[in-house]
């Protein structure tokens, strides 16, 4: 079974943000899943570069038709002229997703993967969605590095 994990996060990250994205992609990569990402900048083009680089394949989601900063990295970029809206292609395309840093659309994008269920759902140094009391809601599941991130998410995949 061939293994799809978003990577989601702000197309204007921090340098944390997107070593962070990077390792991630990275070891996606190496473990064999394929990347899907939104082939933008910052995030998007953290996670694609990790995962090119160990010779993973990423799939980049375009908001639009053009090739304006487009990710490095990808293998294939399907071209949705949705807008935000492509966020719901990026989530349904996934078996699991990852969330790096946090921005609104990251946001949407966690929303939409909460609210899809059945996926995992992992942030890792964003979002993190409490009720009024501040307890944690069910759903997305904070992570404390790269590698848990993955760990988490992947692990999910392989047992249901």
Do not use: F
């Not at 970029?77 to 659309?105: F, P, Q």
């Not at 946001?107 to 759902?121: K, M, N, P, T, Y």
């Amino acid at each position: 079974m061939t293994v799809q994990v978003a990577v989601c996060g702000p197309s204007e990250c921090s340098p944390q943000e997107a070593a962070h994205a990077r390792a991630v992609g990275s070891l996606l990569a190496k473990r064999g899943a394929i990347v899907v990402c939104g082939a933008g900048p910052g995030v998007m083009a953290a996670a694609a570069e990790g995962a090119a680089d160990q010779g993973g394949v990423v799939i980049g989601i375009r908001p639009d038709t053009g090739n304006a900063k487009m990710s490095p990295g990808l293998t294939a970029v399907v071209r949705t002229n949705m807008g935000e809206a492509r966020n719901a292609v990026i989530v349904n395309s996934a078996d699991a997703v990852i969330a790096v840093g946090c921005s609104w659309g990251t946001l949407s994008e966690i929303a939409l993967a909460v609210r899809r269920g059945r996926i995992r759902v992992v942030t890792l140094g964003g979002w993190q969605i409490v009720d009024e009391a501040g307890r944690p809601l069910p759903g997305p599941i904070a992570a404390n590095s790269p590698d848990d991130a993955v760990s988490l998410a992947l692990d999910a995949i392989a047992t249901p």
